[in-house]
């Protein structure tokens, strides 16, 4: 269930990414993968705090 939810999510971000203007979706691009360092960061810190 959880993969059909992923492959239904995907598929609307992609469509919508054709739609868009390329500044948008450079903007979107750039947020969600600075989001996606912050949290990988943090989860490393957090990681190696509890060894």
Do not use: H, K, Q, S
Not at 12 to 38: D, K, N, R, S
Not at 42 to 47: D, G, P, S, V, Y
């Amino acid at each position: 269930m959880a993969l059909l939810m992923l492959v239904i999510a995907l598929g609307t971000l992609f469509g919508a990414a054709a739609y868009a203007p390329a500044p948008v979706f450079v903007a979107a691009v750039a947020f969600i993968g600075g989001w996606l360092v912050l949290f990988a960061a943090r989860e490393r810190i957090a990681r190696a705090r509890n060894r």
